[in-house]
């Protein structure tokens, strides 16, 4: 299975572990609607999507299944799992495991964006050096302090109390085609957190092979809404 | 693709279109908690599934997918999209398309149990045949007029008042394996009307053979249930 | 409380039986994401439940809930009850009552609209005195064979297979104002079936001067959307 | 408002903000079923409460809601929002807000359960006001670092990586009764971690006065599956 490196830094991952359903499920699904059925895909199918889609018949949409393996840092695994609806979750417990002291290092800082209160900018901070480092050593107390914890027999659920919120965990992400975009609309957005924008460009890149006209009509309808603000 | 016949009459079906995942795969969405995969299934991987279901982990139940197609009576698909939770459903229009004039005639009357007031006893009425002329006249009577009143130049979507609740439909029913057993545990109890557990029935025999230590775990946790109360 | 007849038949009805919440509750929910809360509602409350609404922001908008009571023909509930997120029903059973027969009569006969294949058009048909009376006919038969069904013994739910479409049902539908407005934006609209409309106008009617703000962002957005087509 | 503090720190928090619905609304909305209504509590209400909850009849304890502001650690905030079904949520943002520095220190340690793996025990360690004093200088510098990064310019969203699982943050919590006693049934459990089990019990007692026989009926069913173990 192809597997993705969203933050670039050899600790994060996304990959897409099975699927089910393609575009002419969905029109076969839709056509249910009008008593027929779909045998083959062709221009007739491909507007028929792009159709359903800019009108919101999106039922069609959810009789298929993606299902990511996703290693994230917590700060984002907390922004993805606001998401409720068409969506399941298995995660690694830090209950039941010990976890691995990986951390995400931001390889730039960011300041907030002047324009935009819900984006940041990358810059050249005159100290950056300097903050990196006290990052670090921030981190890297919190990590010896959770395994000494742990050493000295505190249960493992307390002693993560200590942990980061850069610390990566790990989970199983399953939705469908509506959930799947309606989490892009949101996270693959210039308004959404830089980190977790990437792991939606992720998913995208990973779906988007076995849903060719459904992620063109995406896209375009994704363009045009732009175009009406 | 298997086709089963739930109420014997050449009408109503259930197929089983397309399935995604597996018991396997429900053992390693479980080991992603504790930070470890599965590779292959055996005695050990069969008594972790038996734990979950018995302890009602189910999130690792949800990462799979059951797609049905099914024909099915209007007061049957009424029962049935009561449930709303991990289920997506496309059913044909009755705005869209002319229905088929096809109706549910039951070939056995049933009575209200004396003991159950939510079930019911076949039985062989004195006026059986009589009352079946009646039933079938109503129905025919019914058909009739929702063709007039098209061939009148009626919309379909007005047309169809008319028309019975045995009249069939027909709707794709997709579902994973968490929504799969809340529907069993409901539909094929034997509180249920008689025609939805012929298709809960229906839908056990499809998926069963694909998660086959999933349903032995469950019908295990049913008869211990019923023993409990 | 107050009572509305959306199809203006004295046999259907729309009450709203319990409200929770208010347009200050939602901007003190959104205002928990500053760290901060809302005291009194003003000019700026008013525009931050625009901006939230407008930037789909929707979460603000589900702390709060309206209990409705609604009587209406078995299609308008069959339409309805696919909405299945954010919302709670319990409808009279037609298998532990005998269902009254009452029936949705259509005062003026629709034809399809020739432009819009979701649409149909009031129309004086030159038969429609004739249809009317085949139609009445038609019901007519299967209420009194429902009767005739459940006099000699034959269960309810069995009894209920002649039912028309038409028969009024009953249920308690409880939703927030995030999926009542999604109900609304669906069944308010012109391509929604004229009788499902109706229900929609007066369940906004009857929500609209609790929650004032959020109704008149959502109207003017959904002008905005309209102009932008 | 009545304001619990469940992990006894004058920094936790849990409190009632709103509620809807009574133990005889449920009573109502079970009626409808049979075409009855509940014009007053008895005796007989009690019990059909008891009834429909043992029986698993949950869809009339889904017409109520009650609104919670409850201030946590974020470990327990995460284990919390696994919650999906039947509740909303709206959280104070770290991108939005500076966070305030308030972490949640446990005032006794616990070890692993010997006997039950999900399970801790309350100890006294030996090296115990040692291993409390690293877990303090952890979430100091923590604390620290956050500050000078945000007073060099880092954007919040950036910042916050660094803070432990043990700062505070405070939202929103909305549910009704059936998602209430879902949460209660797995999170004041003795299986799951004992600070959550302290907001469990305080999300209870501020509810059970409000709905006292839905509670008897709860607390008379937890006691019976139990004993059946």
Known sequence: MQKLDPLKDNLSSVELVRISGSDLDIVSAARVCFGKTAESFGEREEKLIA????????SPFEHNQLV???????????QWMRHRIGVSYNEISGRYS????????PNKWRIPDAKNKQSSCFVNLKNEAELLEKYK????????????LIEAGVTRELARCVLPLCTYTEFIFTCNLVSLMHF???????????EIQQYANCLQELAQ??????????????KQNKENL
Chains 1, 2, 3, 4 share one sequence.
């Open 51 to 58: 159709y359903l889609l800019k009108n919101k018949h999106t």
């Open 68 to 78: 990511y393996k996703v290693k994230l840092p917590l700060f984002v695994a907390r």
């Open 98 to 105: 010990e976890l691995p002291l990986d951390f995400y290092i």
């Open 137 to 148: 050593k921030s981190i890297d107390i919190a990590g010896k302090t959770y395994k000494e």
């Open 184 to 194: 892009l609309n949101l996270r693959a957005d210039s308004h959404a957190q830089w």
């Open 209 to 222: 092979p076995h849903f060719p006209s459904s992620f063109k009509a995406w896209i375009e309808l994704k």
